[in-house]
């Protein structure tokens, strides 16, 4: 997917956030459910990352430059690491802050209209299920972007299923059940960013895809007729959908110039094309008749 649909995606998805957002917040006015709350903040937390990704990923965009020399893609990361930090760490807190106490409490909440309340959750959770539909329709389900965006929305369908038991409860006059969902929708909140930021602070740290994906490019190099071996093959992400790629390529000693660099370029252009990134550096090593290695 190009960056411009990712921005008229994430543009779309910040709209459903905010007409849901206002959605929980006045009806948690009306009602006096604190779980409705919680909630609200929950797809405010969604907000705030979605924004921050939206500035990033329109930041992200910029070319390389003498400073940011691999280009501006961590942009991304960086925002996400802000949200988890700045904002849902804090908003989780907050919510405890709240909803313990109103566990000793919760025999003087008032409640009113809670069937306003439960229709607004199933709603939401409606509205949350539908992106979950279309990802295994489409089996978009394997990628690493996608089992993030994956998790979040099961990590939504979750709060908002705690805040709906909740008002259940709520209406059969257990009101201490509210305190508790919302103390359920914290706990969600706070995880999250504490996912959120072990990821991108790992990528921010120089972060690779993972062994497989290590695997994979070096049994592309190693398809390439000339290439003996390979090693010293270093990967680390330069944004979600970006990666550079340094490897040694060891080929047989005296053999032409313009033949080695043939079989360089091969191996670039495969691990370009797996990549789908143009950050690939490859060294070229000789192996004498001896066995022995020797860099060019």
Known sequence: ??????????????????????????VYFVTGVYALFAEA???????????FLIIALIWSRKAADADHMYGHGRAQNAAALVAATLFISFTSFKLYEEAIPRIYTHHEAVYANLELAMGVLGLSMVIAAAPLVLMFMRKKTHGAAAKAQLMELVNDELGLLAAMVGTFFIMEGEYIADPIAAIVVATIIAVNAANL??????????????????????????SVEGVISIHELRVEYLGPDS??????????????????????????????????????????????????????
């Open 243 to 296: 990666v550079h790629v340094d490897l040694h390529i060891v080929v047989k000693r005296g053999i032409p110039v313009e033949e080695a660099d043939e079989i360089s370029e091969k191996v670039c252009l495969l691990v370009e094309k797996f990549t789908e990134s143009h950050y690939c550096v490859v060294h070229l090593d000789t192996l004498d008749t001896d066995g022995e290695r020797k860099k060019s």
């Open 41 to 51: 903040l929950h797809t405010l937390s969604d907000i705030f990352i979605t924004g």
């Open 197 to 222: 930021f072990r990821e991108n602070f790992s990528l921010l740290m120089g972060g690779h895809p993972g062994k497989d994906y290590l695997q994979d490019i070096e049994h592309l190099a190693l």
């Open 1 to 26: 997917m190009s960056k411009e649909s990712d921005l008229r995606s994430l543009k779309i998805v910040l709209a459903v956030y905010l007409v849901v957002f206002l959605m929980k917040l006045g």
